[in-house]
Each structure stands twice: as C-alpha cells, then as structure tokens.
C-alpha cells in the first residue's frame, strides 16, 4: 500500500468505529479520514474530527451553535443522509466502514454500493439480511467486518465454494445463559442479558448474541456472502471464542482462523485488504488459552437461532421482516416491557402476521423492515396484559 488510503467511518461513536479509528491512528502514513458519521454531535465526535480533521463530519441530529464552532476550519458539516449522500459525490473514498448498528446502517450501504465505486467495509449484518437477495451485482465490493464472516471470507479464498467445499461452520460463545435451564430465562433482568461473557458490544448486538439470533442472523450472512446452502452452514458452540471460523473441504480437512477476542484484528485485515500489514496488536498465544472446547447450540432454549434459518430460507420479503421485528422485540426488552423468552415470540407472531410482499426491489426494503417494526412495536407493547 505505497498510497495513502482515503477512509470513511459511519458509526464512528460506536464499538466497531471507535476500534476502526484506533487502528488507524496506528497507521498515520496509510490512511487518511475523510469522513465520520455519527447521530449525535457529542462530545467523543468532536473529539475525533479534531485529533482525525476528515473533510466531512455528519450528524442525523442538529448540532449545538458551539459545538459547531469548535470544528476545525478544514472540516464541513451536513445533516443526515442526504448529507451524506451530497458528501460522497465530493470525496473520492478507497474504503467506507458502515459501523452502524441496526436497521440504520441500511440505508447508508444502499448509498455507498449505488452511489460510488469504493469497498464497503461492512459491519451492519442487517443490510445483507434484509438485502441479499439484491445484492449480486455489488459482492466483490463487501468486506465483510463480523470476526466470524472475515475469517471465513478469509479462509474461503483459495477454494472453490462450489466444488471443494462441504460445509462452513460459524462459532458462538452461547452468550451469557449458555448454561441456564430455558424456564429462568424469563427472569432476566436486561442489565444482565447485556454482560457478554466474552465480547464489548453495543447493546442490541449484545441482547442478539444472549438469544442467539446473532448467530442466526450471520447464518443468513454467510449463506448470501458466500453462495452455501442453508444446509451446508453448521453453527457450534465454543466458549473460549478463539476460532471464529472454519471450513470443511470435501477431502475430510478441516481449517480454522483463530485470533484472539478482539474485534481489532477483522478490523485490520478488512482496512489493509487485499495486502496484509504486520500488526501492533498482540497475537494468539496458545499456551494461554489452554483448551478449546465445543458442543451443539441448544435449538429448543434458543429459539431465535431455529427461527433465522427457517426465514433464510424463505428469503424475501421475510428476511426484510425478520431485521424489523427483531430491532423492535430487543427495544422492548431492554425497555422492560417484554420478558427474554417473548423475544422470539413476537418476532414468530409478526412474521406469521405480514404477507408475502410482491414489490421486490432495493427501495421497498427498507419500508418492509420499518412496517415490521412497528407492528412488533405496536403488538409487543401489550406483551405484559396478554402473557
């Protein structure tokens, strides 16, 4: 990489933009910020534009008189999408990172592919869900961000998918309640839903990978990523999260990428790809981690894993449906006003709801996620008086 690389990073607040920009502060002669892209004008974004000074810096809210006045001379701001979408037209960007979380991030990855020729470095899992079935003419431009797709994505690239391959397997922790019987779920608090027993998340991914619908959803990721039947996508349980990956070739071998619990390492690979740059990140040392250990998920104590792959089979409209009604169910759980196991209730209960839709296109899937939404936010509302 002789050249400076031009970055942006959407989600810049968030966990996987603030470990985005802490690599590149590493990499002061590689990369250059042109743009962040946060909700909030807060006090950490402003933080970021002055020690990063992008071009750009955009907001979804209006930000103060004064916090405007602080940005530094070189640096214009814009409102929300549209802003955005203005901003790309101007910049010439080699990478964006879509760090933001939930049904939010689709929109700006539909923005990018559409709108300008630059990798999408893609942590949103909720753009391939909703929109994989539309995605076939823009693969060759995700770098998929998720430890577990990088690593496959890694693994994957000098085998052909389709003749030497047998089956992929995707890793889980079991989250916080891997070990608790399936009738104390329904007492925990979301205070303790929101301690992952190996990760730093934001909340909703967090609360995902307590029910396991993380899991599920990356099998819905994987199977669009990386052209596998449904069938051939294995998900095993293994605690220590130290293999994030791996791949079963139709020969008997097995291969595995292992690194530590450390988001930073998917991270450098996806900002330096297609070259590799040594890292200051500290690697896996083995001897400290001792044993590797594995077991099946639990298919009848976490429902929502079940659930991902009946939907990813459906495909569309029901994939669209599925990122709506569980960004609502999480909400309302970490609101209080539904319990865990009501989780994948009302997500079946809205999925059997909603009929299959006919429009079939990228601008109709982001009106499918929100009526999803709000229909679960409307039934899940009276959760309490009904169960």
Known sequence: MDLMETVAVLGSTGSIGTQTLDIIRHYPDKFRVELLYA?????????????????????????????????PSTTQ???????????????????????????????????????????LLLANKETIIAAGDFLNPFWERIIPLDSEH???????????TDQEVEKIVLTASGGPFRSLPKEELKKVSPQRALKHPRWKMGKKITVDSA?????????????????????RIEVLIHPESIIHGMVQTIDGNLFALMSPTDMRFPIHYALFYPLREKTYLKPLDLTEVGKLT???????????????YEVGKKGFPYTAYLVGADEAAVELFLEGKINFLDIPKLIMEILNSLSQELKADLEAIESLVKQAYL???????????RY
């Open 77 to 119: 701001h814009f409102l929300g999408l549209e802003g955005f979408e203005y901003s790309l037209q101007k910049l010439e960007l080699n990478k964006v990172v879509n760090a933001i979380g939930g049904i939010f991030g689709i929109a700006p990855s539909f923005v990018v592919l559409k709108k300008t020729h630059s990798l």
């Open 39 to 71: 909700k909030r004008a807060s006090d950490l974004l402003l933080e970021q534009v002055k020690e990063f000074k992008p071009s750009v810096v955009i907001t979804e809210d209006k930000p103060s008189t004064q916090w405007l006045k602080e940005l």
């Open 375 to 385: 229909k679960a936010q409307e039934i899940g509302s009276s959760y309490r008086k």
């Open 211 to 231: 029910t396991l619908m993380n899991k599920g959803f990356e099998v819905i990721e994987a199977h669009y990523l990386f052209k596998i039947p449904y069938e």
């Open 150 to 160: 990088n690593a496959l994505f890694q693994l994957l690239k000098n085998l052909k």
């Open 294 to 308: 594995f077991e099946k998920p639990d298919w009848e104590k976490f429902e929502c894993l079940k659930i991902a």
